[in-house]
């Protein structure tokens, strides 16, 4: 036998090509789509991390080149500001007012030799040149810039600055080696005593050699920088040897119109990112100096371009690459090697149940693993066991054949202690066969759990020989007619004197309560709880004069219990009875007394068929079998339709054959007594009353009485019953009362 563990491949020859691993088309097409789908999945699983990264980058770089715009921004200021000092110790220098008092050539060269230093060792400061009152040219340190007059806005009256003040002019261009430089003046008011202009001192300072000077110290070549005034004009950063696509290329160009989105967003905030095309760019506002109705500000722009991001980040982009590729090949493996493992676990399937079809066709088999759970059968167990033969596969043996948690216990420890259990398997309740089984452990097997081999073999058959001929044995007790049903009635089997005398020619497609007549199928709930109760039933069955046999029968029902109590089968034997007269009104039969009507259409229908001398000469009970508080609570129901049963059927065995009793209401009985007047009618009253105490059904029962009145309907007749009923229970002394009982006189 194969175990667990054996390896298929290992048999040596196979016995059929089968049994070895196949790849069917649908396989090999999983597959390729699983494998697909695997490298779709790595390859946007991979691009997003690239992109995620280089994002991530991108940002690193932002963060740290804003940082680098603060700083740059701080020094420019404090640059200015501090040439703004320089520029007010010039004017306030002794050398400068000895030659605004004497005006000499040799105060002049004087001055010239004190300036000339401080140009030649600050490289952004260009030169220095003074003006006389009326702002026209009067020297300079160098050539390099015009003797056009300073602007009226800044001269005399004119003007909003005086004092120590310094102002601080826009940045302008002009040219310096052929080369356009930006530059931005400061100039001084050189006062008299009386606040009286004497002349102005402009310092002159380069952008460009600011910026050299402070940039170098935070950032390399590769990372320009940019400085461009609040209308978009460039000023600086200019010089790169590859200039960006769609950004200014000369001094003095416009970004507004060379891109237009990144002047867009730079003029709706101070600072910030924009993330474009071809590279990521960082900007910053700085404010050089403020002063009076004037402000000087400035934006620093520096940018990273794309293709440096992925240069930056292409290190990583390989590893991410090789950890790709490494995991998509692993996952592969997973995919084949799980398909390979379905294959082999199919061939070793195939293999079982090819073993298992070599055992005989005619007995059920099942293999079961060390987990109790089925790995093999062949079709006639699962016929046997009413399971499709795939679903048997991996299903516990326990729920297979049913057993409970104590059958299934001993069963086990039975196998283990002796090797062997054998017994019987009844699947009956759920439309099964009973199967004798046999459970023995897989030879060979040195496991602590070993494997099961269960056999499994359908002896219905036998059990029925068996239980037919129990029940013949039931019968041959009998010397008289005799019938064998289940308990709804319906004949199961008969003996030949049965047979002979309902005339059924064999034939057992019949009801017991049909055969006998008399209306037993409305009885036949209260026959069989008298026969679960007594044990039997007995009745007198009238037949009528053209029916098959032509005497009366005395019937007796004799109940066979199960285990639980209920009643299982029923034994019925028929003898010979005295035959009762019957009354015949109108071509309408009158009920035996052991007939009681359900509703009153019914006993409408009895009371329209007596004759008129019965019907005027009789009386009425109304009897009220509900003890005071019964129907306290819901449930109390079923306990008050129970009594009502068990009175009714005292009542059956008092009630004579005129009388007929009927259901009213829950908890009500009506009886309709012809050919009785009232004394007779509460005598009766009386016996039955007497019979229920007896047997302890007496208690908070009433019983009004009502005599009938010419011309009366049904329905007038009981509510003069009713009134009775009534009368009676508020005396509280006596149970039973009358009213309506005598007669108005005839006119």
Same mark, same amino acid.
């Given at each position: ?22 790849? +069917? ?35 690193? /770089? ?17 640059? !200015? ?82 004092? $120590?003040?310094?102002?601080?002019? =826009? ?91 990144? /002047? ?26 403020? %002063? ?9 722009? +520096? ?36 398909? *390979?493992?379905? @294959? ?23 293999? !079961? ?40 216990? *001993?069963?086990?420890? %039975? ?27 897989? =030879? ?18 036998? +059990?029925?020989? %068996? ?25 199961? *089997? ?21 055969? @006998? ?12 709880? &008298? ?5 039997? /039933?007995?009745?007198?069955? @009238?037949?009528?004069? $053209? ?6 029968? %005395?019937?007796? @029902? &004799? ?51 007596? =004759? ?14 509900? =003890? ?32 007929? *009793? ?86």
């Amino acid at each position: 036998m194969l175990n667990r563990n054996s390896d298929l491949h290992s048999l040596k020859p196979l016995l059929i090509a089968a049994q070895g691993i196949h790849w +069917s088309h649908q396989r090999l097409l999983a597959v390729a789509s699983q494998l697909s789908m695997l490298i779709i999945a790595m390859i946007i699983l991979t691009n997003l991390a690239i992109t995620l990264g280089e994002r991530r980058l991108q940002e690193e /770089w932002a963060t740290q080149r804003y940082s680098e715009l603060q700083t740059v921004g701080t020094l420019i200021a404090d640059k !200015v500001a501090f040439q703004q000092f320089r520029t007010q110790m010039f004017a306030k220098s002794e050398a400068l007012q000895q030659y605004l008092q004497q005006g000499d050539e040799a105060n002049q060269n004087k001055l010239l030799g004190t300036w000339e230093p401080l140009v030649q060792n600050i490289p952004e400061l260009l030169g220095i040149a003074l003006f006389d009152p009326q702002g026209n040219y009067r020297f300079s340190t160098g050539p390099i810039f015009s003797t056009e007059s300073l602007p009226p806005s800044l001269l005399g009256g004119a003007r909003n600055m005086g004092g $120590n003040e310094i102002y601080t002019s =826009p940045l302008e261009f002009t040219p310096i080696a052929g080369l356009l430089e930006p530059y931005m003046y400061q100039l001084a008011w050189l006062e008299n005593p009386d606040q009286s202009i004497k002349g102005y001192l402009v310092t002159y300072i380069s952008m460009l050699q600011m910026l050299e000077a402070i940039k170098p110290a935070f950032s390399s070549n590769k990372s320009p920088m940019i400085m461009l005034d609040t209308q978009g004009v460039l000023y600086a950063g200019a010089e790169q040897l590859d200039p960006m696509p769609r950004l200014p290329e000369t001094l003095g160009a416009s970004l507004k119109q060379s891109y237009p989105s990144l /002047w867009r967003n730079m003029s709706m905030s101070n600072f910030g990112q924009f993330h474009g095309e071809d590279a990521t760019f960082v900007y910053l506002k700085v404010e050089l100096t403020t %002063q009076y109705e004037t402000k000087r500000e400035y934006f620093l722009l +520096s940018y990273i371009r794309n293709s440096d991001i992925a240069t930056r980040f292409a290190q990583w982009q390989n590893l991410l690459l090789m950890a790709s590729v490494a995991l998509t090949l692993l996952a592969a493996a997973a995919i084949l090697l799980t398909h *390979m493992y379905r @294959l082999e676990q199919r061939s070793r399937q195939y293999s079982i149940a090819l073993a298992n079809k070599l055992f005989s066709s005619d007995i059920g088999y099942l293999i !079961v693993n060390d987990n109790a759970r089925v790995i093999s059968a062949n079709a006639k167990a699962a016929s046997a066991t009413l399971l499709p033969l795939d679903e048997l596969t991996d299903r516990s043996i326990q729920r297979t054949l049913h057993l409970d948690d104590a059958t299934y216990a *001993m069963l086990l420890e %039975q196998v283990y202690s002796t090797g062997e259990w054998r017994g019987q398997i009844n699947l009956e309740a759920i439309g099964g066969a009973i199967l004798r089984t046999v459970i023995r452990p897989a =030879p060979n097997s040195n496991k602590r759990a070993p494997h099961l081999l269960i056999t499994l073999e359908d002896i219905s058959e036998l +059990s029925s020989c %068996q239980k037919e001929a129990f029940l013949s044995r039931l019968l041959c007790n009998n010397a008289v007619a005799a019938a064998l049903t289940d308990a709804s009635g319906k004949l199961i *089997m008969t003996n030949d004197v049965f047979d002979t005398q309902m005339q059924l020619n064999g034939e057992l497609d019949h009801n017991l309560a049909t055969l @006998l007549d008399n209306d037993l199928s409305n009885q036949w709930p209260r026959i069989t709880q &008298q026969i679960t109760m007594q044990g039997k /039933w007995q009745g007198q069955i @009238l037949c009528s004069a $053209n029916h098959r046999h032509s005497a009366c029968l %005395q019937a007796t @029902l &004799q109940g066979h219990m199960d285990s639980d109590g209920e009643v299982q089968y029923i034994v019925c034997t028929l003898e010979q009875a005295t035959q009762r007269n019957r009354i015949k009104e109108a071509g309408e039969l009158i009920p035996h007394r052991s007939t009681i009507f359900l509703n009153l259409e019914d006993l409408e229908r009895y009371f329209r068929s007596l =004759p008129p001398q019965s019907r005027n000469q009789s009386s009425l009970l109304l009897v009220d079998i509900n =003890p005071e508080g019964m129907l306290s609570h819901m449930s109390d129901i079923g306990q008050l339709e129970t009594r009502q049963q068990e009175v009714e059927m005292r009542l059956l065995l008092e009630l004579p054959s005129s009388y007929q *009793m009927s259901h009213y209401q829950l908890g009500k009985l009506v009886l309709i007594l012809p050919d009785t007047d009232a004394t007779q009618a509460h005598k009766f009253a009386s016996e039955i009353l007497d019979t229920l105490n007896e047997n302890g059904l007496g208690e908070g029962i009433c019983i009004g009485i009502a005599g009938y009145q010419p011309e009366q309907s049904l329905e007038a007749y009981l509510s003069n019953a009713e009134v009775a009923l009534k009368r009676a229970k508020q005396t509280g002394n006596q149970n039973i009362c009358q009213a309506f009982t005598r007669q108005k006189p005839q006119a």
